[in-house]
């Protein structure tokens, strides 16, 4: 069953629409329980980091996230800030993060680029898993991943220098960019992940 995590900063319903939309199954979770089944979930975000952590307290879902995904390795897609909040640290109002990747997030350079990025940027693949090509993606950060580990990235993008576009280990995938809202591209990524099964 794919569940995909509804809290308040996240952006379920058009991720459900996209998931749907390709077919497939799928109910929101709200509750740890709602997991127990689970066989792929997805993380949207939209927002905070901080908001996203804190909601996912409220809803008691963290460990119960970890124990699935970590240790019983259910497939797990984070969308966004849903990457974000995977690393350790973000400089996002100074929070600290789940920690399943090692590193950061911090800001894009005001200075040097526009803040928030929006818009369409090409993604360069580092490994074929999930799709089959580079393509266009649609991001909305002002934010980005800084992993310790180079062999958990899996696609950059440039934005007045590189930035991890995707993250990747084992039975975990994250996108920087929206998945649902990126066209063909990011459906067939999204039909990648769906279609992932022991």
């Given at each position: ?5 509804d809290?308040k ?5 058009s ?6 939309h ?19 979930i ?8 901080k ?9 008691d879902m963290?460990?119960t ?7 019983k ?16 640290y ?8 789940l920690?399943?990747f090692?590193?950061?997030?911090v ?17 360069t693949f580092?490994?074929p ?11 909305v ?37 929206h998945t ?19």
């Amino acid at each position: 069953m794919i569940k995909i995590i509804d809290y308040k900063a996240g952006n379920a319903p058009s991720v459900l629409h996209a998931v749907r939309h390709l077919g497939f199954t799928a109910d929101f979770a709200h509750r740890p329980q709602d997991l127990e089944d689970a066989t792929h979930i997805i993380l949207p975000g939209v927002g905070s980091a901080k908001a996203t952590i804190s909601s996912l307290r409220e809803m008691d879902m963290i460990d119960t996230l970890e124990n699935l995904v970590l240790k019983k390795k259910v497939f797990f897609l984070g969308i966004c800030v849903g990457l974000q909040i995977l690393f350790e640290y973000s400089e996002e109002e100074n929070v600290n993060c789940l920690g399943w990747f090692k590193g950061k997030v911090v800001k894009f350079d005001p200075e040097k680029v526009r803040v928030p990025q929006m818009g369409w940027n090409e993604v360069t693949f580092t490994a074929p898993f999930l799709t089959k090509s580079d393509g266009y993606f649609y991001f909305v950060n002002s934010y980005y991943a800084v992993p310790k580990n180079e062999s958990d990235l899996w696609g950059v993008a440039d934005y007045n220098g590189k930035f991890t576009a995707a993250v990747r280990r084992e039975n975990i995938f994250a996108t920087q960019f929206h998945t649902e809202k990126s066209g063909e591209a990011g459906l067939s990524l999204l039909n990648g992940f769906l279609s992932l099964n022991d």
